[in-house]
């Protein structure tokens, strides 16, 4: 089993930049795909981008060419660069873990979660 536990969350302005990381314990990262997903108030939880095992990533459409999802196996952790942050982009922001191979897009193909860690952009 692994423990997930987020940070970096905050408050930025629109056009800004946060780097939220996610630490890993119980079990090394590398075991695992990681996904971040995020939530919004009175939406559904929806994914955001993930990385496989092999380090390949995939991300959703409105966050390609603005968020990068990286690994790192030496503090057992991942992490999620966001650029051009936008207000649209406020939400929970959630880390997973997944014992498939590769970075699923699917909240339900995820088996460990942490707690999440807030995000807001103003405009």
């Known amino acids: 089993q692994v423990q997930l536990v987020e940070s970096g969350g905050g408050l930025v302005q629109a056009g800004g930049s946060l780097r939220l990381s996610c630490a890993a314990s119980g079990r090394t990262v590398s075991r695992y795909a990681m996904g971040w997903f995020r939530q919004a108030p009175d939406k559904e939880r929806e994914f955001v981008a993930a990385?496989?095992?092999?380090?390949?990533?995939v991300y959703a459409d409105s966050m390609k060419g603005r968020f990068t999802v990286s690994g790192d196996n030496a503090k057992n952790a991942v992490h999620l660069q966001m650029n051009s942050l936008k207000p649209e982009d406020t939400a929970v922001y959630y880390c997973?873990?997944?014992?498939?191979?590769?970075?699923?897009?699917?909240?339900?193909?995820?088996?460990?979660w942490g707690q999440g860690t807030q995000v807001t952009v103003s405009s």
């Open positions: 997973a873990a997944t014992l498939r191979g590769w970075g699923t897009t699917s909240r339900d193909d995820y088996n460990y």
């Open positions: 990385i496989g095992r092999s380090g390949s990533s």
